[in-house]
């Protein structure tokens, strides 16, 4: 089955800075790629998706780029704002297997104002 | 719309009780599944269902019984507790053919 690697598990940056978290995956038929951000105590929520026929998808401060041929994929959060604070979720689904998502770790991102 | 719901948001039981997690969606969609977490870790696939009438094992289904009788419906039983299914659980849902999956709210769970 598919194994999702997440990195880091902690990451601390200062206000205004950038963020980057990468994931790895094991299944080459893996193909939609999401991100889900948690705040404390609540439910997960998705920020950005990205599906393997593209290879970089952008909204406002976040971007998510894919490399299929090294199978990892990468959340990139510019201008970073206290309210970006969370643990973030990179996953990993393939539709031929009912489009069972694999989720990595999680990344536990503090912003420093 | 309300969304994924469920119930209870809380629980505690005692080792050897059964119970139920409820989950429902009014969203139409065909794709609902079973998460729990751990403190500090992701979410692990428990059970899902591709349509009424459909479910497989996730990742971690042992000590878990799923149906779907019903589109807007998908309820977790809890067969015996155990200490070791203390965690919190997510219920989560999207549309046929892959995208955003929506997640309810939780349900802390506490067996002791």
């Known amino acids: 089955g598919e194994n999702v690697e997440q990195h880091p598990s902690t990451l601390s940056v200062q206000e205004g800075d950038s963020a980057v978290i990468k994931c790895t995956y094991s299944d080459s038929a893996s193909n939609y790629f999401p991100w889900y951000k948690q705040e404390l105590g609540k439910r997960p929520q998705l920020i950005i998706d990205?599906?393997?026929?593209?290879g970089e998808k952008k909204d406002q401060r976040i971007a998510v780029t894919l490399n299929k041929t090294a199978k990892h994929f990468s959340l990139h959060i510019t201008e970073t704002q206290p309210e970006d604070s969370a643990v973030y979720f990179c996953?990993?689904?393939?539709?031929?297997?009912?489009?069972?998502?694999?989720f990595g770790g999680g990344t536990r991102v503090l912003v420093k104002p | 719309n309300a969304g994924v719901t469920q119930t209870p948001k809380f629980q505690v039981l005692k080792t050897g009780q059964s119970m139920t997690l409820q989950c429902a969606q009014d969203?139409?969609?065909?794709?609902m599944s079973w998460y729990r977490q751990d403190p500090g870790m992701g979410l692990r696939l428990i059970h899902y269902?591709?349509?009424?009438?459909?479910?497989d094992q996730g990742e971690v289904p042992n000590g878990y019984n799923v149906s779907r009788s019903t589109t807007e419906d998908f309820p977790l039983r809890l067969l015996s507790a155990a200490p070791s299914q203390t965690s919190v659980y997510f219920c989560?849902?999207?549309?046929?053919?892959?995208?955003?999956?929506?997640f309810g709210p939780g349900t802390r769970l506490t067996v002791t």
């Open positions: 969203m139409n969609h065909e794709y």
């Open positions: 269902s591709v349509g009424a009438g459909i479910t």
């Open positions: 996953a990993a689904s393939d539709k031929a297997a009912g489009n069972k998502l694999t």
């Open positions: 989560a849902s999207s549309r046929q053919g892959g995208g955003e999956q929506y």
């Open positions: 990205i599906r393997s026929n593209v």
